[in-house]
């Protein structure tokens, strides 16, 4: 099983700042990673898939970056809506399909 | 647009069962060749992967955590997923979701498509 580590836990920033996150694989995932965010009482959003391709309607202040074992989402200026959790996932070595533990952007 | 709306959760004993559904909007399982699946999130805990069904063929993949006590099918006439679970524990109490996969024809699956969710409470 790939175990995916997300770091920071949490991350405290102020509107306007440069959020970014890392996402370790256990194991090479190749490119088949993806990011998503959640917000309290709610589903989680497909933001990133493949590494660095942003799904349908996702602002261009989130990318995706790495290969490999180590992976990066970096939200170029954050938004009010951006502060949130955000996963990532793999879905190169299965089953089972994993997430990583989430990492929280918080307000400063 | 897909809509997901899932349904069943509830409160149930340990050793009980429980069968969630999820209808489909603005999508047709005859018609797609999308694998669906459910995903669960503990009370402020993360995500993990429970099941998948895919598209056309009807294989089923299950995480480790609940093989044996749960069976995931699909009813292509009503655009409906199922999970029938059993052997309820306590740690199964989550919020489940299901999810759609966002490409045809594989199950190395990103979800793009998810539901609000339902929440199984497994207590005495």
């Known amino acids: 099983e790939v175990v995916l580590t997300q770091s920071p836990a949490t991350l405290t920033l102020s509107p306007g700042e440069r959020a970014t996150l890392s996402c370790r694989a256990s194991?090479?995932?190749?490119?088949?990673l993806a990011w998503y965010q959640q917000k309290p009482g709610q589903a989680p959003r497909l933001l990133i898939y493949?590494?660095?391709n942003r799904a349908t309607g996702i602002p261009a202040r989130f990318s995706g970056s790495g290969s490999g074992t180590d992976f990066t989402l970096t939200i170029s200026s954050l938004e009010p809506e951006d502060f949130a959790v955000y996963y990532c996932q793999q879905r190169s070595n299965w089953p089972p399909l994993t997430f990583g533990g989430g990492t929280k952007v918080e307000i400063k | 647009e897909v809509q997901l709306l899932e349904s069943g959760g509830g409160l149930v004993q340990p050793g009980g069962s429980l069968r969630l559904a999820c209808a489909a909007s603005?999508?047709?399982?005859?018609?797609?060749?999308?694998?669906m699946a459910w995903v669960r999130q503990a009370p402020g805990k993360g995500l993990e992967w429970v099941s998948i069904?895919?598209?056309?063929?009807?294989?089923?993949y299950y995480a480790d955590s609940m093989t044996g006590r749960l069976t995931i099918s699909r009813d292509n006439s009503k655009d409906t997923l199922y999970l029938q679970m059993s052997s309820l524990r306590a740690e199964d109490t989550a919020i489940y979701y299901c999810?759609?996969?966002?490409?045809?024809?594989?199950?190395?699956?990103?979800?793009?498509?998810w539901g609000q969710g339902t929440l199984v409470t497994v207590s005495s």
């Open positions: 493949d590494v660095s």
């Open positions: 194991q090479s995932v190749g490119s088949y």
């Open positions: 999810a759609k996969c966002s490409l045809t024809g594989t199950t190395r699956c990103n979800f793009d498509s």
């Open positions: 069904i895919t598209g056309r063929t009807d294989r089923t």
């Open positions: 603005g999508l047709s399982f005859s018609s797609t060749n999308y694998a």
